[in-house]
């Protein structure tokens, strides 16, 4: 069983669409960090959120951090080919992340 | 500034030996973690580092190991290597404990 459920798995869209990516837990996390990994290479880290409500924007990347700090979300607007890959969260209980399974993202031309 | 760096990139191995991997951190970050990425399992932490001590430890069986050297170095250890070891195994950086991670690119490692 996840701690970490995160929605959809797989999402496969067209250029120009916006997405929302959805990380949920019965946990409370310390920080939640949101990972993008392209294949043959390690986790980038996109954003750290740490307050319960805590809204981040990365140009046309949205993170917000739930009230509670057991939910995540990613919402990205105009989705273009060079956002492909796996985005990943992850929840911090001290010094240790609990990992989503991930969802894979494909944004077609 | 360098990033993680992580060596072998690629590994390939028989069952029943041993490997040890290491990792580099960012310069100036002292602690490390280490975690084990497959299809099946998803990313999951085996270890952390700070100070030349282990101060955390996944489910994983003492056939995983590590340790931390005084520059912040850091290598992981698996004997008696099984099939299901094959996966990409990555370690992560920070300045300090409960700040954010930064991965490097892994090493790929094969158990034929």
């Known amino acids: 069983t996840q701690l970490l459920e995160q929605s959809p798995q797989f999402l496969s869209i067209q250029e120009g669409e916006n997405l929302t990516v959805y990380c949920n837990s019965s946990?409370?996390?310390?920080?939640l960090q949101w990972y993008r990994q392209e294949p043959g290479e390690g986790p980038v880290l996109l954003v750290t959120v740490v307050t319960g409500g805590e809204v981040k924007k990365l140009k046309r990347l949205t993170f917000q951090f739930g009230d509670a700090r057991k939910d995540s979300s990613l919402h990205i607007t105009a989705a273009q080919p060079g956002d492909t890959g796996l985005y990943l969260c992850?929840?911090?209980?001290?010094?240790?992340?609990?990992f989503g399974a991930g969802t894979i993202l494909r944004v077609k031309s | 500034k360098a990033g993680v760096t992580q060596t072998p990139r690629y590994l390939i191995k028989t069952r029943g030996q041993q490997v040890t991997l290491s990792c580099s951190p960012i310069s100036g970050h002292r602690s490390v973690s280490w975690y084990q990425q497959t299809p099946g399992q998803g990313l999951q932490f085996l270890f952390e580092?700070?100070?030349?001590?282990?101060?955390n430890k996944g489910n994983f069986p003492g056939r995983f190991s590590g340790r931390q050297f005084s520059n912040s170095r850091s290598e992981m250890n698996v004997s008696t290597l099984e099939l299901g070891d094959s996966a990409l195994y990555l370690c992560?950086?920070?300045?300090?404990?409960?700040?954010?991670?930064?991965f490097g690119d892994g090493t790929r490692l094969s158990i034929l």
């Open positions: 946990s409370v996390f310390s920080s």
């Open positions: 580092y700070f100070s030349e001590t282990q101060r």
């Open positions: 992850a929840g911090a209980k001290g010094n240790k992340l609990v």
């Open positions: 992560a950086s920070s300045f300090e404990r409960d700040q954010p991670q930064h």
